[in-house]
Structure formats: structure tokens, C-alpha cells
């Protein structure tokens, strides 16, 4: 005979931010466009929805991708790939990022690819960042900032960052130097905090050896923030 007492209520469902916000982003694609795709774990994701939109709905669109990791998987899927040559104004990106504070500045560049993303965000007429919870923070700072320099003088280069001042430390993958896409090194650099993003910008850019910076500041129009209960939240710039 039953205890007479209801069962215990179901475990919410949990999901996965990431995706939940990869796929939200996927729906602002319309059909023509062309589109920014980024790197990382997030922005994955959204190349997939793409692909199942494609195969799905026949939706046409040309992608430039910000690294040779995300052509492959936008090839995999079916999302056909163009160039800046030929596009060189871009109607959306969609891209993840390591930091997001409340003016929607960004550290971004933990995949490596913060060269290419750059160039392809400044080309593009929006930009939407895709991102857990986690990723939101009040100040920008907590996570290490990449910073591509070139491989001659590197040392020199590394010396100059760190007396910004931060600690600066060569990216490293299976006891060698990390290479991005152009060949380049990466300086992992971290400061106690970052309080002007835009004069740090500034400031690491004159180091000359310098490629390029993880700081996008001013460049995201809409960050969508995926959470575990399947819903999204929608920051726009102050």
C-alpha cells in the first residue's frame, strides 16, 4: 500500500548557457547576410544553429570566420564562407567573450583568435556577444588579458607590459609557445584591475612589438547572457 504522500516534484531542467545563448543569437541572423562568426566553447554554438538553420529553413547567408577552427566547423555544417575582400562590411557578428562589464567592454581572446576577431567586430555593423552568467562582472580585470605580440623581440615586448604594471606571462600548449592563426605569440597579462579600459587599450597598443590587445571596448552593441533555466538576458550599452 502507498505512503498516501505526492511524489516529490521534479527537478527543474537545466541547460546549458552556453548554448542557450549560441541559439538565441542564431535567430537574429536573417536571410542575405553576412555574418561574423567568432572562436570559443560559446560561439560554437551559434555556428551550429546556423548550419541546422540552413539545412532547416534553406537560410542563405555568407560567414567570415575569425579563426581556421571556426571555418572548419561552419564547413561542417553547411554555412558557406566568404572574405572580407569580398564582404567588407559585415552585417553581424556574433562572438563569446572571457569578461563583459556594464558599459559592455570586453577581455576576449582566450581562444587565441583576438587579432581576427577584432578586425572582423570594427568591420561590422553590429556586434553581439553570447556569454554565461559567469562572464559578467562590475569591473573588467579578474581574467588574464591576451595580448598578441610578434615573436622577434618578445622578450622586449613582455618586459614593456609588464611595468603597465601586470604580470605577463608567455601562452604555452603542450610545453611549447601557443601560435595564434597568424603565427604570432600570446602575453597573458594580469592586472589587479581595469579601471579605464580605454587608456589601457591605449597605452599597450604604443608598445611596439604589440599585434594587438583582448580589450573591445566600445564594439558590442548587444550582449546575450544564456541561462541554466533556458531563458536569456539582454544587455544593450548604457
Known amino acids: 500500500m502507498?505512503?498516501?504522500?505526492?511524489?516529490?516534484?521534479?527537478?527543474p531542467a537545466t541547460h546549458d548557457p552556453k548554448k542557450v545563448a549560441g541559439d538565441y543569437a542564431a535567430t537574429l541572423v536573417r536571410g542575405?547576410?553576412?555574418?561574423?562568426?567568432?572562436?570559443?566553447s560559446t560561439a560554437v554554438h551559434t555556428v551550429?544553429?546556423?548550419?541546422?538553420r540552413v539545412r532547416d529553413e534553406g537560410l542563405e547567408v555568407a560567414a567570415v570566420p575569425t579563426s581556421q577552427a571556426t571555418a572548419?566547423?561552419?564547413q561542417k555544417q553547411g554555412v558557406r564562407l566568404t572574405t572580407l575582400e569580398d564582404n567588407p562590411r559585415v552585417d553581424l557578428t556574433i562572438d563569446g567573450a572571457d569578461e563583459v562589464d556594464p558599459r559592455l567592454d570586453l577581455i576576449k581572446g582566450r581562444g587565441g583568435a583576438l587579432l581576427r576577431e577584432k578586425i572582423v567586430a570594427?568591420?561590422?555593423?553590429?556586434?553581439?556577444i553570447i556569454v554565461d552568467p559567469s562572464k559578467v562582472v562590475g569591473r573588467l580585470g579578474k581574467a588574464p588579458l591576451p595580448v598578441e605580440v610578434l615573436r622577434?623581440?618578445?622578450?622586449?615586448?613582455r618586459a614593456k607590459l609588464e611595468r603597465l604594471p601586470s604580470r605577463a606571462r608567455l601562452r604555452e600548449r603542450d610545453g611549447a609557445p601557443f601560435l595564434s592563426d597568424n603565427k604570432n605569440y600570446i602575453i597573458d597579462c594580469q592586472f589587479r584591475q581595469i579601471a579605464d579600459a580605454e587608456q589601457l587599450e591605449e597605452d599597450i597598443n604604443t608598445i611596439a612589438g604589440v599585434v594587438e590587445n583582448g580589450l573591445f571596448v566600445g564594439l558590442a552593441s548587444l550582449v546575450v547572457v544564456g541561462k541554466g533555466d533556458g531563458t536569456v538576458q539582454l544587455l544593450k550599452r548604457p
Open 32 to 40: 542575405g547576410m553576412v555574418v561574423g562568426l567568432g572562436t570559443g
Open 2 to 11: 502507498g505512503s498516501g504522500r505526492p511524489p516529490p516534484p521534479a527537478a
Open 72 to 74: 572548419r566547423e561552419a
Open 48 to 52: 551550429r544553429a546556423l548550419g541546422r
Open 122 to 128: 570594427q568591420a561590422s555593423r553590429r556586434v553581439v
Open 152 to 157: 622577434f623581440g618578445w622578450m622586449a615586448t
